[in-house]
């Protein structure tokens, strides 16, 4: 039996044993969460465990506001909230991410509107944000996509220029560095997320970070994740003025954030560590290109993905995947499925049931085409999954079963030029 065959050809598997694992919750959850309870209130405004969260997560970021909230969804919609985005506004968003990232933008009966990507940072291209440009216009919503920042010194410029504001939707990008600045302080608002699947977990939960460092800004975040509740102001008003919903984060989920975030940097590093292990060694497979970090950069990989070159491969990203699972790989053929517009909910423009609003405010069509590296990155990339506890063979191992599996299909495409 060649070595070299396939797995899924009945060749032996690379990878034989098992993944590292590890617990993501011990003790220092368990201490803090007594000490919640024992508050014997679980609101976040009366206890010290969402504050004492916050003020741990403004002091590495080196920022004087963020507002808490109940998951990465809500944090983005308490952005674009803050923002002033309302009825009839657009807001360009990204064609490949979490659906989590434009709720927020139909809840405020805006219109999401779709940028392109470069077509190996997966990341929006600042050329075609700035084709997107209308005179409704209101917000850029940036996604730093699995940890890899945005190139945000042009959107900034353009967001100046055309007196934008900027949302970065940092749900997969904790701790990521764009030359040299974290991700999440860059624009007028950071949102994460601390859902059970990111760096860092409380369950659900989510951050806002308000950039401006403006107190007023601040007070309005924070009550557009509390049903305008003034709270913060010196004489606290009931009044309402206009709509914001209930997003607060409980005693609890900030007990467990604040155990968590001691553990983030460690997380990150280590991510960083094996994506990089892995991004080096994808680019020198003959077929395969590499996600593209940008060196003054620091990526924090929440999942690694790649791209074949279908000019070499002699594969579709299907094939591929299923090669690699064999091999013991566990990984997905892209991402999300298909690019957020071709979704039903884009495609009828029903937000809400049997309505067309907002949609029927703008001139935005979502056809196919759209946003054509978008769909052309989802139709021929390869995510596999990371974790902090993996182990240095396992990524070693990963290296190999994709190095196998491409040396296989570039063979099969062009046999008189290899060995
Ligand atoms: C996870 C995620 C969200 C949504 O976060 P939730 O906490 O699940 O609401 C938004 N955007 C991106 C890019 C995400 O990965």
């Given at each position: 039996m060649l070595t070299n065959q396939l797995a899924i050809h009945g060749g032996p598997k690379t990878k034989t044993t098992p993944f590292g694992t590890g617990n993501r919750f011990g003790e220092e959850e368990v201490k803090e969460l007594i000490e919640a309870l024992n508050q014997n209130t679980l609101f976040y405004h009366f206890g010290k465990k969402v504050n004492q969260f916050l003020e741990d997560f403004n002091n590495m970021h080196g920022v004087k506001y963020s507002v808490a909230t109940s998951s990465g969804t809500a944090a983005i919609h308490v952005a674009l909230g803050a923002a002033g985005v309302t009825v009839g506004d657009e807001v360009i968003t990204s064609?490949?991410?979490?659906?989590g990232t434009v709720i927020g933008i139909l809840y405020q009966n805006a219109i999401p509107v779709f940028a392109d990507l470069h077509p190996y940072s997966f990341n929006l291209d600042p050329k075609s944000i700035e084709e997107k440009i209308t005179e409704k216009t209101k917000a850029i919503l940036v996604v730093h996509l699995a940890g890899n920042p945005c190139d945000m010194d042009p959107i900034m410029e353009i967001a100046k220029k055309h007196n934008l504001k900027v949302i970065e939707d940092c749900a997969q990008s904790y701790l990521t560095r764009y030359k040299g600045r974290l991700v999440?302080?860059?624009?007028d608002y950071g949102c994460f997320s601390t859902n059970d699947f990111k760096h860092i977990s409380t369950g659900d939960g989510g951050i806002v970070t308000v950039n401006s460092g403006n107190e007023q800004d601040y007070h309005r975040t924070h009550a557009f994740a509390d049903k305008n509740y003034q709270r913060l102001d010196d004489k606290v008003s009931r009044d309402i003025h206009y709509l914001a919903p209930n997003y607060r984060m409980t005693e609890l989920q900030g007990a467990v954030g604040i155990a968590q975030l001691r553990k983030l940097n460690w997380i990150c590093e280590t991510r960083h560590q094996y994506g990089e292990m892995l991004n080096s060694a994808v680019g020198v497979v003959d077929g395969l290109y590499p996600m593209d970090i940008s060196e003054q950069d620091y990526c924090t990989y929440w999942f690694y993905m790649f791209r074949l070159n279908p000019e070499v491969l002699s594969c579709s990203n299907e094939e591929f995947s299923a090669a690699l699972a064999a091999e013991g790989i566990p990984n997905q053929a892209?991402?999300?499925?298909?690019?957020?517009?071709?979704?039903p909910m884009f495609q009828q423009k029903q937000?809400?049931?049997?309505s067309q609003f907002p949609f029927s405010l703008s001139a935005q069509d979502y056809p196919k085409g759209l946003c054509p590296v978008a769909e052309e990155i989802l139709n021929t990339a390869i995510r596999i999954n990371l974790s902090e506890f993996y182990e240095q063979q396992d990524i070693e191992e990963i290296i190999a079963a994709v190095t196998k599996v491409a040396n296989y299909y570039s063979m099969e495409k062009s046999p008189a030029e290899s060995k």
């Open positions: 064609p490949i991410t979490d659906q999440g302080t860059i624009g892209g991402y999300i499925p298909k690019v957020l517009y071709v979704q937000a809400y049931l049997n």
